[in-house]
């Protein structure tokens, strides 16, 4: 009975260690193709670079794809009691500077990291 939870368990590393190359070969892809113009990552990677350009200086809540989670940005610039702000853009990058209540943090986002930029309603 050991032997075959010891093949099971040989088999589920070998199919873990395929599965994390195919992320990282996927992630390249989809770099290669926001670089080519008439895409849809290139339109999609224009569009989020348009929306956080609208937003400098504004509060936003941006959220990240599923394997770019950041902590201060999830915990902290998200939430009620913290909050974004996109202070400049470039072609690749985002500077984010991230108040809450420990604190002021400014970090560099990769555009290609996020999934979506909304603007919080400052009332």
């Known amino acids: 009975m050991e032997i ?10 070998m199919a873990y260690l ?3 190359s195919m992320k990282n ?4 892809l989809e770099e290669q193709l926001t ?10 990677h224009d569009a989020l670079k348009r929306a956080a350009r609208s937003c400098i200086g ?10 770019m989670g ?8 998200n939430s009620k009691h913290g909050c974004n702000t996109i202070l400049e853009v470039g072609d690749e990058w985002l500077l984010v500077q991230i108040d809450s209540p420990k604190g002021t943090k400014k970090k560099l986002l990769r555009i290609r990291s996020l999934e979506r930029i909304t603007m919080n309603n400052t009332q």
Do not use: H, N
Not at 4 to 13: A, D, H, N, S, Y
């Open 18 to 20: 395929e599965l994390s």
């Open 35 to 44: 670089r080519v113009k008439g895409t849809s990552y290139s339109d999609d």
């Open 58 to 67: 504004k509060p936003v809540t941006l959220d990240l794809k599923e394997d």
């Open 4 to 13: 075959v939870g010891f093949i099971f368990g040989i088999f589920g590393l």
């Open 70 to 77: 950041d902590v201060d940005i999830m915990m902290y610039g």
């Open 25 to 28: 070969r996927i992630a390249k």
